[in-house]
């Protein structure tokens, strides 16, 4: 069944010029593009999108590196999206991501690792809620 899921391209890829390339991956994995947009995140916007990471020790780095650029967040749209979004992506440290993979391609680092997809149903919703808006989701 058809559904949304929610995405970033990172800070490292897009000033690496890797936007346009990770979009022509998705679009040729069959997502449409439901809508995109870039933006520059504030660190207490970056906190407020990674709350559930709050207590971990990485969360000062991962906050202050989404705040660190431009980033794209999307909404892609599939059948199984969700879960065919996160196989797509690779795994969070590109040095254990598979060939072929978004993170594998375009990522550098368990930091810098080029894109954000959201891990379940909830937090897609949640996602999706934190940077659009109904209008926009067409
Ligand atoms: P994401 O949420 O960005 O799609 O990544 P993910 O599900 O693969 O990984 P998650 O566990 O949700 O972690 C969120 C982001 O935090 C950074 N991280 N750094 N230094 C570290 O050990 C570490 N661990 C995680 C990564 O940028 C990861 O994408
Ligand atoms: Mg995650």
Not at 5 to 27: C, M, N, Q, R, W
Not at 39 to 49: E, P, S
Request: glycine share 8%; hydrophobic share 45%; proline share 2%.
């Amino acid at each position: 069944m058809s559904q949304r899921t929610f995405s970033i391209i990172k800070p490292d890829a897009v000033k690496k010029g890797y936007t346009a390339a990770i979009l022509a991956e998705i679009e040729k994995a069959g997502f449409k593009i439901v809508a995109i947009k870039k933006i520059g995140l504030t660190k207490d916007q970056a906190a407020g999108f990674y709350y559930v990471h709050s207590e971990r020790g990485f969360f000062d780095e991962l906050t202050t590196f989404m705040s660190s650029g431009a980033i794209f967040p999307m909404v892609l749209e599939k059948d199984n999206a969700i879960a065919d979004f996160r196989k797509l992506m690779g795994a969070t440290d590109p040095a254990k991501a598979d060939e072929g993979t978004l993170r594998k391609l375009f990522a550098s680092s368990i930091g810098e690792n080029a894109v954000h997809g959201s891990d379940a149903e909830e937090t897609a919703a949640f996602e999706i809620g934190y940077f659009f808006t109904g209008y926009e989701l067409k």
